[in-house]
């Protein structure tokens, strides 16, 4: 009734003060108040009471209201929330615009590091093999770089490679048992190989020494070579062959992964060479000199007592 109709004076209006806005909400048993008329209790809560009647309650005066009272008015009690003071709170004169702080960094600001570089702008290079290990396309214009002669190299040291791993595996089908493979049929994937993928000379003896002779990773090497002489020699022919075929060894003795190894039995697997008639003194002589003036790579110098010896058995 207070809400729909409204109070009819002024002086009713002014005996109801401002009551608190954190005020909890609830519903009194006292059934001697005025139905529909709130009061204020002494904590300052608005207190509005009805009656417990079916009878509705009458209309304020100057309404045609059917409102109906509920038999039963429920207690709601929000939770209260805390509104700070106006104490607490910064007074802000009103129209005064409020600026905003933005950081701004000042190129002056960052100074340079020892090696004279900026480092806000400091590029950060990865190296070719962990961009080929993150199979990223910047590998292939990195690889781009190099020069013709250099991409022809690669691409043959990649083939030779894989066409020995494949060489291994036909010897390992085409043997018995243990034993290794007859020398027709190892002598025949070794021409296979050579036809099918249009080898020259240098490619092919490069692909069957080390297929032939990687495996027994620098042990028993005299055995070896002298099981093995005749099959190679099928290949080498003549002394061109000779000087290629120490181009196959020194690839062998450096890029083998038992290299050290073998770089100790360089001496032994010439010995068995020149004994099985698959090395003359004057081509390896003359290899050996060129070479040694070229490139002092731990391969040739492995060889060094070997060429040694020859040169004390030619003055004996």
Request: hydrophobic residues 35%.
């Amino acid at each position: 009734t207070w809400r729909k109709g409204g109070f009819e004076g002024t002086s009713e209006r002014a005996q109801i003060p401002n009551f608190a806005r954190n005020a909890s909400w609830s519903n009194t048993t006292n059934t001697q108040a005025a139905v529909g008329s709130p009061s204020i209790s002494d904590e300052g809560s608005l207190n509005f009471r009805f009656a417990a009647s079916a009878q509705s309650p009458t209309a304020a005066s100057g309404s045609d209201s059917e409102f109906k009272a509920p038999l039963a008015a429920p207690i709601v009690t929000p939770v209260p929330q805390k509104i700070p003071t106006p104490s607490s709170a910064k007074a802000v004169p009103t129209g005064t615009p409020v600026k905003r702080q933005q950081e701004t960094v000042k190129p002056g600001s960052l100074k340079k590091d020892a090696s004279g570089e900026k480092p806000w702008i400091k590029v950060l290079e990865v190296n070719d093999q962990v961009l080929q290990q993150m199979g990223s396309p910047l590998a292939d214009s990195a690889a781009s770089n190099e020069t013709p002669k250099q991409k022809q190299i690669s691409k043959t040291i990649e083939l030779e490679n894989r066409l020995t791993k494949e060489l291994i595996e036909s010897f390992a089908k085409a043997s018995v048992g243990d034993q290794e493979p007859t020398l027709q049929a190892a002598f025949k994937e070794i021409t296979h190989t050579e036809f099918r993928n249009n080898l020259g000379k240098q490619q092919l003896l490069n692909v069957a020494i080390s297929a032939l002779f990687a495996p027994c990773k620098a042990v028993g090497v005299s055995e070896t070579v002298s099981r093995k002489s005749e099959l190679l020699s099928k290949i080498v022919t003549k002394p061109q062959d000779q000087a290629l075929m120490l181009n196959s060894w020194q690839r062998l003795l450096a890029d083998d992964e038992h290299a050290a190894a073998w770089q100790k039995k360089a001496s032994e697997v010439l010995g068995a060479l020149y004994k099985a008639s698959l090395l003359d003194e004057d081509v390896f002589t003359a290899w050996f000199t060129k070479k040694n003036s070229e490139d002092r790579s731990p391969a040739i110098s492995a060889m060094e007592p070997f060429a040694n010896w020859l040169a004390t058995a030619e003055e004996e």
